[in-house]
């Protein structure tokens, strides 16, 4: 059953307008993640069903009643607000008592009148059964893991998002809107909001570039392209195959539209002759034929662009041994050993605060360690994105901060420094602007270009994904992969570090740093399983997950399960290649051409395939940890 139906709404006029007659529906249970690049307007369609930004045109219809919350891209608070009147604001007039109340019971000693105060409180409280809610919103603050006397301004990017999530649903919503807010969490935060929103029963409008959030997520994709809305349904790698038969399709489409036009122009141009003819009827077709190539709307251009390669460093990159680093006396890296050689994709993962970019200072020889020793070999050549952009002066143009001059060198070529950052979609009048007024995705596109421009051997990316659209995040993907120097990467962008990496260097707690072959999933069917704790303890809670199961002490593999054990990579491996398989006929055009039914059939199998794999690879790490 619907809760929210758009119909042809439009905001922004003219060739360039966000939404452009755009209409979706959404139904109760939904899990829609819109997608579409940086700037298309996802964030606007999200106010607009929020409410807070009217449509010039068209039409909102909510189911009445509808509850919506909103987690934005930056959540705002006052600088003295606490994480209790912050969440507590999520009730709106309530809330707004309960923050009060919440906050003269901490200062009221022997105050007269702020006892006053606080009865006249209880009673507006207690009228509109405040209290009830009062618990809701330590509920939601113990489900979060949140300090209620904390001030918002003092917490972590990730913490934030913690309070901006716990915000949104202490109101117990029945539409939830999240925009990127994966954004400065780290893996484990992702993972938690997972399940959380997995948990959720409502509807849920998400806007990601984190494309393992969307594939475990979305029951649906929302593609906002050119000011259009596009709905596609199945799971990610099935969109990813429909889109490109439909690009290609388009451009066939428009190929011929363009020689028809061109054929068309041609003969008006013959002026008399076609003036004899008298074919008024043709004249009103090629206006008409010039009106719709007008109010077409190209795709704009991909971005493009290469890391620039320097000559071949020595075979050894990074010789560490047995080194360790404390931060007031709290251990960041254990005894570690480890060596990076040419041509290695070493992937740095943990939580946020780990220490994973102290470890790269160590590693490149900026920081000394309190003990062990670190070797850098020969001929290195280091590019260094930084992931707080320090590298970038805001009060200079976007182009000032790539060239000195007008020209940069890429690849022994001279090129002008304003076709070197339309390869990175600035346009030569964004490329004179100043890098303070740029977006989050523009800074990290320019941080790109400056890093590239620069020849390397070794390339050093400490978070690069935040605030990319996935087309650019795929595109730098597949330049890594195309890079024949050595790379350092730091992300949380599971998918990306899958991709990328050959090692993963994963902080376990404690300075405790292990090397792992392969990236993110290989990490987690790799790992140690964490110690159990102590019988005097209470046990914890179980997951909500379905990646692993969990219960008391582990017992020995019976039979059956050891045969299970030992069949369980044949099933995997049979599972893959029926997915690569089914992956290549839907990457097909001609696919698309078959009947309705069979197509239906494929994207079935398709999203079997991926929840018999999960649930293979999950019943793997459960008995190969018990083995």
Not at 112 to 118: D, E, P
Not at 203 to 222: E, K, N, S, Y
Not at 551 to 574: H, S, T, V
Request: one cysteine or more; hydrophobic letters at 40%.
């Amino acid at each position: 059953m619907p809760i929210l139906e758009l119909d042809s709404v439009s905001i922004g006029a003219g060739p360039t307008a966000l939404l452009d007659g755009v209409g979706f529906q959404l139904d109760a249970g939904e899990r829609v993640c819109l997608i579409g690049r940086n700037g298309a307007g996802k964030s606007t369609l999200l106010r607009i069903v929020e409410g807070s930004v009217a449509p010039d045109a068209g039409s909102v219809w909510r189911q009445a009643g509808l509850r919506v919350a909103l987690l934005a891209q930056e959540p705002e608070a006052p600088g003295d607000a606490t994480v209790f009147d912050v969440v507590a604001g999520g009730l709106d007039e309530v809330g707004a008592l309960l923050a009060e109340w919440h906050r003269l019971s901490h200062e009221v000693g022997g105050d007269a009148s702020l006892l006053r105060r606080m009865e006249t409180l209880q009673h507006e409280i207690e009228h509109r059964d405040g209290w009830r809610l009062h618990e809701r919103v330590a509920s939601e603050l113990q489900v979060h893991g949140l300090d209620a006397e904390a001030r918002v301004a003092a917490l972590s990017g990730g913490q934030r998002r913690r309070v901006g999530l716990a915000r949104a649903l202490v109101g117990e919503p029945d539409l939830l809107l999240l925009d990127e807010p994966t954004n400065h969490l780290d893996v484990a935060t992702i993972e938690w909001l997972e399940e959380t929103v997995l948990a959720f029963r409502g509807g849920v409008l998400f806007v990601t570039h984190d494309r393992a959030l969307v594939q475990r997520l979305a029951t649906r994709i929302l593609e906002l392209d050119r000011g259009r809305l596009t709905s596609w349904p199945g799971d990610y790698p099935s969109y990813r195959a429909k889109k490109a038969a439909l690009l290609e399709e388009e451009a066939r489409h428009d190929a011929l539209f363009d020689k028809k036009l061109a054929q068309e122009e041609a003969w008006i141009r013959r002026g008399i002759k076609a003036r004899r003819t008298r074919n008024e009827g043709r004249v009103r077709a090629l206006v008409a034929l010039r009106e719709e190539r007008r109010r077409r709307r190209e795709l704009h251009g991909r971005p493009e662009f290469a890391a620039q390669e320097a000559q071949a460093s020595g075979k050894l990159v990074i010789d560490a041994e047995r080194v360790s680093f404390a931060w007031d006396g709290d251990p960041i890296v254990r005894d570690l050993s480890v060596r990076v050689l040419r041509g290695d994709r070493v992937g740095l993962v943990g939580p946020n605060g780990a220490g994973k970019t102290t470890l790269l200072e160590i590693l490149l020889g900026r920081r000394a360690p309190d003990a062990g020793r670190v070797k850098l070999g020969t001929k290195l050549e280091i590019a260094y994105y930084d992931q707080l952009r320090a590298q970038l002066a805001p009060e200079k143009t976007v182009a000032e901060n790539v060239a000195e001059g007008e020209y940069v060198t890429v690849g022994g070529e001279r090129r002008h420094v304003i076709g070197w950052l339309q390869d990175f979609l600035f346009a030569p009048d964004r490329a004179r602007s100043l890098v303070s007024t740029l977006s989050g995705g523009e800074r990290n596109r320019l941080l790109l270009a400056k890093l590239f421009a620069q020849p390397a051997n070794l390339l050093v990316l400490d978070e690069p994904t935040n605030d990319l659209d996935v087309e650019t995040l795929e595109l730098l993907e597949e330049r890594l992969l195309e890079f024949g120097g050595t790379i350092l990467l730091v992300s949380h962008d599971r998918a990306f570090l899958d991709a990328v990496v050959t090692s993963t260097l994963a902080f376990e707690g404690d300075g405790v740093v292990r090397e792992y072959v392969g990236g993110y999933a290989d990490w987690l069917r790799q790992r140690r399983p964490p110690p159990a704790p102590p019988a005097s303890s209470k046990p914890a809670a179980p997951a909500r997950s379905a990646r692993a199961e969990q219960g008391g002490a582990a017992k020995k593999l019976g039979f059956k399960e050891q045969r299970e054990l030992a069949e369980l990579p044949a099933r995997i491996e049979a599972l893959e290649r029926e997915q690569a398989e089914l992956n290549a006929a839907l990457s097909d055009p001609a696919f698309y051409a078959r009947d309705a039914a069979e197509q239906a059939a494929a994207n079935a199998r398709m999203a079997a395939l991926s929840a018999d794999l999960e649930a293979a690879y999950a019943r793997w790490e459960s008995l190969d940890s018990r083995s």
